[in-house]
Nanobody, 125 residues
C-alpha cells in the first residue's frame, strides 16, 4: 500500500488549498485516513481524520471550522480542504492510513499502518 499526498503550495493568508491523498494497492473501505502536519521545530500534530466505517470526521481544535475532510473511495482519494489559511498552518502535511475506525480525541495517538511522503504548505504574504 502506498499513499501519495499532493496539492501543497504557497498561499496568502486567508486563502485556500485542497490537499489530496491517493492510495494505491488497496481500496480505502477498511482504512481510516488522517492528515497530520509538522512545522519546523514543532511536534507532529493530528489535523483531521475520516473514519472507515461511517465516514465520521474529527478535527484538531486549531482547524475546526476552517478545514474539511472528505473521501472518494472509488478514486481511492481523501481530500483535505483548507480554507481561511493562517501563517501558523505552514507545515509539511502528511496523510496516513489506519486499519479500522478512529474515535474521539485519541485518534492522533493510535498506530498508523501507512504514511504518505508529505506535501509542503506555506501560508505567507
Amino acid at each position: 500500500v502506498q499513499l501519495q499526498a499532493s496539492g501543497g503550495g504557497l498561499v496568502q493568508p486567508g486563502g485556500s488549498l485542497r490537499l489530496s491523498c491517493v492510495a494505491s494497492g488497496t481500496m480505502l473501505d477498511y482504512y481510516s485516513i488522517a492528515w497530520f502536519r509538522q512545522a519546523p521545530g514543532k511536534e507532529r500534530e493530528g489535523v483531521a481524520c475520516i473514519s472507515a466505517s461511517d465516514g465520521s470526521t474529527h478535527f484538531a481544535d486549531s482547524v475546526k471550522g476552517r478545514f474539511a475532510i472528505s473521501s472518494d473511495n472509488a478514486k481511492r482519494t481523501v481530500y483535505l480542504q483548507m480554507n481561511s489559511l493562517k501563517p501558523e498552518d505552514t507545515a509539511v502535511y502528511y496523510c496516513a492510513a489506519h486499519w479500522g475506525d478512529l474515535y474521539g480525541s485519541s485518534w492522533p495517538y493510535v498506530s498508523f499502518d501507512f504514511w504518505g511522503q508529505g506535501t509542503q504548505v506555506t501560508v505567507s504574504s
